[in-house]
């Protein structure tokens, strides 16, 4: 599916264009916003590769992975970074990434921005399952995956490589059904 566009009351998520680069550096750039996040600060040159990497990948038929720019509707500023990438080890599932810049934290945006990330998937790509690990540390991406109904399934062990050690991840994850049951939206082919 291309373009995605869907809006919520004070966001809205649109495809990225290669002029965000300095906006998502704001975020994967930050050593605040990446310090549970599976990689290191990226640098520009880093996040220049991604943002073109995802635009490409945006038009590739069948599409695969979905990295959209979260941007602020009452100032069209790019306020977050949200991934859904179709899962190729399960069917009809995906994995779910999402960040803020800092100066967005704290106002509801990361829950209001989760909310759009799952309506895409299941309401627009009728996925069954989309599923996202944090770092056990990480208290405010698990209560914003609680808060949007993830459900906490487990322990991925020594996980993720960084800072010279494994790391382990926690996995949260909701059903269509429990998205249709949350938000009274129907279930595909039911
Ligand atoms: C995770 C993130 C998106 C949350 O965004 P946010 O806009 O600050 O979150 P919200 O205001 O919507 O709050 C959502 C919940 O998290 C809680 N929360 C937010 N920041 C928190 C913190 N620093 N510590 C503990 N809880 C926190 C809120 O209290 C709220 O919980 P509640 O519903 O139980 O009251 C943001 O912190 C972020 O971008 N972090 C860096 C990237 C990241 O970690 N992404 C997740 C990868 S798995």
Known sequence: MYPVTRSSARL???????????????????????EHLSFEPRSREQVGRIVARSVAAAVETPRGEYALAVVERETSELVGFGRLALD???????????????????????????RLLLGVGFDDLNLHRIWGARSPWNEASARTMA???????????????????????????????????ATG????GR
Do not use: C, N
């Open 12 to 34: 809205a998520l649109r495809e990225l264009s290669t002029e965000d680069v300095d906006a998502v550096l704001a975020i994967y750039g930050s050593p605040e916003a990446t």
């Open 147 to 181: 808060a949007v109904g993830m459900v906490e399934e487990g322990v991925i062990r020594e996980h993720v490589r960084k800072a010279g050690g494994w790391r382990d991840s926690v996995v949260h994850a909701i059903l269509d059904r429990e998205w249709s049951a």
């Open 185 to 188: 939206s129907r279930v595909a």
């Open 88 to 114: 190729p080890h399960q069917q009809s599932a995906a994995t779910l990434g999402f960040a803020l810049r800092p100066r967005a934290w704290g106002a509801g945006y990361g829950v209001e921005m989760v």
